[in-house]
């Protein structure tokens, strides 16, 4: 889970050649669809085959919110490293790892929401709400993709709008950690529509300012929106169906 974004990198010039655009594009998507298989892959490994180190990392950060705040802080911190990583200009390897260290931190926060999920409901009806999430998730993400590679327009006017609502987000996350009251449907369903925003953003940043050499880079700004945008889909059809 990630709620920060990548700017655009400095240098980066939207008139490239229409062929060295296309197929930065392709390595992109390219890279994003094999981070997010890596990621399903991983996860679900750790849950399936590793399940008391799943049971006891999720018992822990479940323990208490300030335990969760530890996993959160170093969640953010993993996931810094892995931008900075992906942006090296020191070699493509090193990219790659950064891709990586993003899909391990990913893979491992979301042990303790899918646990909440199998606690709380039986076996057949979880599955089903991890199905419903995934394809609420890529359906989301698939179509707003669309509206921006069909529609060639620019949304990097979002910004301002989107750095303040990502602080504002934080904040309500940080008070519900000091104050200890839970988030809801409601604040899930605004963080969905953030994560929108964002992909409305990124899209237009990949498609019109990155430089052709930053495909990676530009993968992991996509690949930490997408994962955020699941987690909070998860938790909102989570909180739906136990409201039924």
Not at 127 to 136: H, V
Request: glycine residues 8%; hydrophobic residues 55%.
């Amino acid at each position: 889970m990630a709620l920060g974004h990548s700017r655009p990198i400095e240098g980066a010039v939207a008139t490239l050649g229409v062929s060295e655009r296309v197929t930065f594009l392709r390595r992109t998507y390219a890279v994003l669809g094999i981070g997010l298989l890596a990621w399903a892959g991983l996860t679900f490994y750790i849950f399936r085959f590793m399940p008391e180190f799943s049971f006891k990392l999720s018992s822990w950060a479940l323990s208490g919110r300030w335990n969760w705040a530890i996993v959160l802080g170093a969640f953010m911190v993993l996931n810094m490293i892995a931008q900075a990583l992906a942006r090296s200009e020191a070699s493509r390897p090193i990219q790659y790892v950064g891709l990586a260290v993003a899909v391990i931190a990913e893979s491992l926060i979301l042990q303790p929401l899918i646990t909440v999920l199998f606690w709380k409901f039986p076996s057949g009806n979880a599955i089903n709400i991890l199905t419903a999430a995934s394809i609420i998730t890529m359906l989301i993400f698939g179509g707003l993709t669309l509206t921006v590679f069909l529609t060639k327009k620019d949304f990097s006017f979002m910004r301002g709008f989107l750095t303040i609502a990502t602080f504002a987000a934080m904040g309500v996350i940080i008070a519900s950690l000091i104050f200890g009251f839970q988030l809801g449907a409601i604040f899930c369903g605004a963080m969905i529509l953030l994560m929108a925003g964002y992909i409305l953003y990124q899209t237009s940043l990949v498609m019109q300012h990155y430089p052709p050499t930053h495909y990676v880079s530009a993968a992991l700004m996509l690949f930490s929106t997408v994962a955020t945008l699941f987690w909070y889909v998860l938790q909102f059809i989570m909180e739906m169906s136990s409201n039924r």
